[in-house]
């Protein structure tokens, strides 16, 4: 899914520019990715710039995680262009839903076509970490 190599620029995308995934080593990011049903990456020459990815049953359910672009490129369409992307690929086209969480770009995600749900609450059982 990612070139060799690609797994510590992943590492160090995540580390400044997440909060969220700061921490995540590369042995965890190689799991990650394995789990994952699909993922974009956007490059400037071999640095990586911006990643998300997506699991999805490809019919009923799918949930987009992990959008970051570094924050030196924000502001140009990158974050656009990967979950356009994320959203045109097979497994995710033709879901019934897709969802996604987020903690301060709602406005971001609406911009793209995503509503901001008020009838149901986000549930979490944390058992690690
Ligand atoms: C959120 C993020 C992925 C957006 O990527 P980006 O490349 O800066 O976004 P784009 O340039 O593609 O913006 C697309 C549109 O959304 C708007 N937008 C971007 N971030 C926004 C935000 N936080 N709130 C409202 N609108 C936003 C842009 O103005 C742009 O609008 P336009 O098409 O009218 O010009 C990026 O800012 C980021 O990585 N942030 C840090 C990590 C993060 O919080 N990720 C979200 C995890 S849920």
Redesign the pocket.
């Known amino acids: 899914m990612l070139r060799p190599g690609a797994l510590a620029k992943l590492r160090r995308l995540f580390q400044h520019?997440?909060f969220w995934a700061a921490n995540r080593s590369c042995a965890e990011l190689r799991q990650m990715l394995r789990g994952s049903d699909v993922a974009v990456t956007a490059w400037h020459g071999s640095q990586l710039v911006g990643f998300g990815r997506a699991t999805s049953d490809g019919i009923f359910r799918a949930v987009l995680w992990d959008?970051?672009?570094d924050g030196a490129?924000?502001?140009?369409?990158?974050?656009?262009q990967i979950v356009e992307g994320l959203l045109e690929r097979p497994c995710l086209r033709r879901v019934e839903r897709i969802y996604?969480?987020?903690?301060?770009?709602s406005?971001?995600y609406q911009?793209l076509g995503f509503d901001q749900i008020e009838s149901q609450l986000l549930m979490m059982k944390q058992t690690s970490g």
């Open positions: 520019h997440s959008v970051v672009v490129y924000q502001g140009r369409g990158l974050g656009r996604l969480m987020t903690t301060n770009s406005g971001f911009q």
